[in-house]
């Protein structure tokens, strides 16, 4: 997918370019920045996630991490209880959950509302704003875009 980025950029007349990504395009984003370095100029993304490693995960059971590990932590374990469904069932399901979605525009702005409204962190989205990024979700169609997870997952990425 990074690659197939790369060679639109450079059919568009672009030899170097930044790259802006979010959620799973933070992946496909690091591949660039890894496969195609010589192209990035920078990697600007708002979803990275730093995971704890089993260093991190003993000393906090040892209670030997300090107040900032210990938030980092308990937040991450937070998030994949409330928030994992969604790659989940992104990456688990994707033809079942694109025909719902698919089917309804109301459908799937209720499941896009519901994700940003988690990943918000309160900023109160307007119905102008929610609506058209949906629209922007739904003209081209859901299917492939929720199909990158199971695509991403197959590489069984710890993300």
């Known amino acids: 997918m990074g690659k197939a980025f790369d060679a639109l950029m450079k059919q568009l007349g672009y030899e170097t370019y930044g790259v802006v990504s979010t959620d799973l395009g933070w992946v496909v984003g690091m591949w660039m920045v890894h496969d195609v370095h010589d192209s990035i100029i920078g990697h600007f993304c708002d979803f990275w996630q730093g995971r704890p490693d089993e260093s991190d995960l003993?000393?906090?059971?040892?209670?030997?991490t300090t107040p900032e590990e210990n938030a980092v932590i308990e937040a991450g374990k937070v998030w994949s209880s409330l928030h994992s469904v969604y790659s989940m069932v992104h990456g688990q399901k994707p033809q079942a959950l694109a025909i719902a979605l698919s089917d309804s525009p109301v459908g799937l702005l209720g499941w896009y509302w519901?994700?940003?409204?988690?990943?918000?962190?309160?900023?109160a989205y307007s119905f102008e704003e929610l609506i058209t990024d949906t629209l922007m979700l739904w003209i081209p169609g859901v299917y492939n875009n929720i199909r990158a997870y199971r695509e991403i997952?197959?590489?069984k990425l710890c993300i």
């Open 58 to 64: 003993t000393r906090y059971k040892k209670n030997e």
């Open 114 to 123: 519901d994700v940003n409204y988690a990943t918000s962190d309160g900023y």
């Open 153 to 155: 997952f197959k590489v």
